[in-house]
Each structure stands twice: as structure tokens, then as C-alpha cells.
């Protein structure tokens, strides 16, 4: 066999390896994926109870807001509003406030997305957002977050109702 012939069968060797190799890591990140999307799927519930018991005690405190569910493509988790109608001067007006948190759904980055958003009477006052990778999620920062957003929009809403 010539010289030639034996470096064609070591590169035909080397491909046939590399190949394998290849199919190898794309199954390894396939099944990582769907791994994380499993991950996802399990901390995206648990969080988004939280978020509506956390709302939900919001609501209590301040009569006069709805409660309703946030599913879908915005994420999930909860929201509550109410539309007040406020006369000045013989002038009707509205001032609609909402507060909305959501987990959001899974991107091909595979982050952990909470975001929340406070309007207070027509004034959006509370934008907040925070991601971690999916695999280094911290679910106690987490729920501190969920806390701690809802307390500040509470905050931000009983100042507004004071003046």
C-alpha cells in the first residue's frame, strides 16, 4: 500500500471520528436543552404562585383593584388593576394604576426573566427586571425580588392615594 492510501484511510478515519463525535455533542445538547426546559417549566410554577399569592395580599390591602391571572406569551404570573374616575373642576378624568409581574417565557438563551411593571394613576412609577442563567438560579433571590417589587409598588401607590 502506497503512502497516499495510508493517509486516505487516516482521513477518512479522522472524519468518520469526527462525525461520531459531532452527533455525540449535538445529542448531549439536545438533551441539555430539554433539561432546562424541564428546569424552566418547574421554577416558572413555583414562582409564579408566588407572585400571585404576593398580589393577591396587595389587592387586600387596597380595595378597588381586580385581580387577574398573566398567562401566555407576556409570561406568567399576576396582575391588578383599577381605573378610578376622578372629577376636578366639573372635569371627569380617569387614573388607571396596574401592577403586573411576570416570569417570562423561556428564550434560547435559557435565562430566568422576572419582570415587573408599576403604573400609578396613568404614570407608569415601577419598572423592574432580573435574569439569571437557568442552571445558577437562585429561587431565594428570587422570591426576595417578588417581595421586594411588591413592596416597593405598594409603597409608590399608598404615597400616590396620600396626597
Known amino acids: 500500500m502506497s503512502d497516499f492510501d495510508e493517509r486516505l484511510k487516516q482521513a477518512i478515519e479522522r472524519g468518520s471520528n469526527r462525525g461520531l463525535r459531532n452527533q455525540d455533542e449535538a445529542a448531549q445538547k439536545k438533551a441539555k436543552q430539554e433539561e432546562l426546559r424541564r428546569l424552566h417549566t418547574t421554577i416558572r410554577l413555583q414562582l409564579s404562585d408566588r407572585v400571585e399569592q404576593v398580589v393577591r395580599r396587595l389587592i387586600d390591602q387596597f380595595p378597588g383593584f381586580q385581580f387577574s391571572s398573566v398567562y401566555g406569551e407576556n409570561g406568567w404570573g399576576a396582575a391588578c388593576t383599577r ?28 435565562v430566568l426573566d422576572l419582570q415587573a411593571r408599576g403604573t400609578i394613576g396613568n404614570r407608569e412609577k415601577l419598572v423592574r427586571s432580573y435574569f439569571q442563567p437557568l442552571d445558577e438560579v437562585d429561587l431565594a433571590h428570587f422570591h426576595r425580588l417578588i417581595d421586594d417589587w411588591t413592596l416597593a409598588y405598594a409603597e409608590l401607590y399608598a404615597a400616590s392615594i396620600a396626597i
Open 83 to 110: 381605573d378610578d374616575l376622578v372629577i376636578v373642576a366639573g372635569q371627569r378624568a380617569s387614573k388607571y394604576s396596574r401592577f403586573e409581574m411576570a416570569v417570562r417565557p423561556l428564550s434560547d438563551v435559557f
